[in-house]
């Protein structure tokens, strides 16, 4: 019997937003389990309350009531300072509108790398890139190949480097 505790658990988590004199009610009693490891898909139609349950989950927004947890974090618990910390070490977005992204004119995995760089896990970055191009690879057949050409390029980039910093060296007094 396997005791790993769910890494997502939002119990009737209800999301209410003030437009004007109206409410609008964005998730309503939501119930959901996502254990560690597990793939999930999240559709429905325009206004159903996709980008809301992502925001809450990702700490960009409140929920009105019920509970939600994260990889063991108690969300409606955490103080404003907590929540940054928990969206530097936990989750990250990619906005499909670039002009949301972190850095709207760095490229996504850009995007992927500054918080990693910011929490000091230069080691990780790699990997995190990895993730990301066989992601992308699997999503534009067209990219089948864009991992590979990365990393080529990344050779390149430091091979170029490499060599004007030996030529720099020896023109120095």
Not at 102 to 130: D, F, H, T
Request: hydrophobic share 40%; charged share 25%; glycine share 8%.
């Amino acid at each position: 019997m396997d005791n790993e505790q769910p890494f997502i658990v939002c119990d009737n988590l209800v999301k209410i937003f003030r437009v004007v004199e109206h409410d609008v009610v964005a998730l309503q009693g939501l119930d959901m389990v996502v254990n560690p490891g597990e793939l999930m898909g999240v559709v429905g139609v325009s206004g159903s309350g996709k980008s809301t349950l992502l925001n809450v989950l990702g700490g960009l927004d409140r929920p009105t009531a019920g509970r939600v947890w994260v990889n063991g974090n108690n969300l409606l618990k955490l103080s404003n300072q907590q929540l940054d910390q928990y969206r530097l070490s936990t989750v990250g977005f990619v906005w499909q509108q670039t002009s949301r992204n972190l850095v709207p004119y760095l490229s996504a995995v850009k995007n992927v790398e500054m918080p990693m760089i910011l929490a000091g896990n230069v080691g990780k970055r790699r990997r995190a890139e990895e993730l990301l191009y066989a992601e992308i690879a699997k999503c534009v057949p067209l990219c089948a190949n864009c991992h590979r050409i990365h990393h080529h390029n990344l050779r390149e980039e430091r091979k170029r480097k490499k060599k004007l910093n030996k030529k720099g060296s020896r023109s120095s007094p």
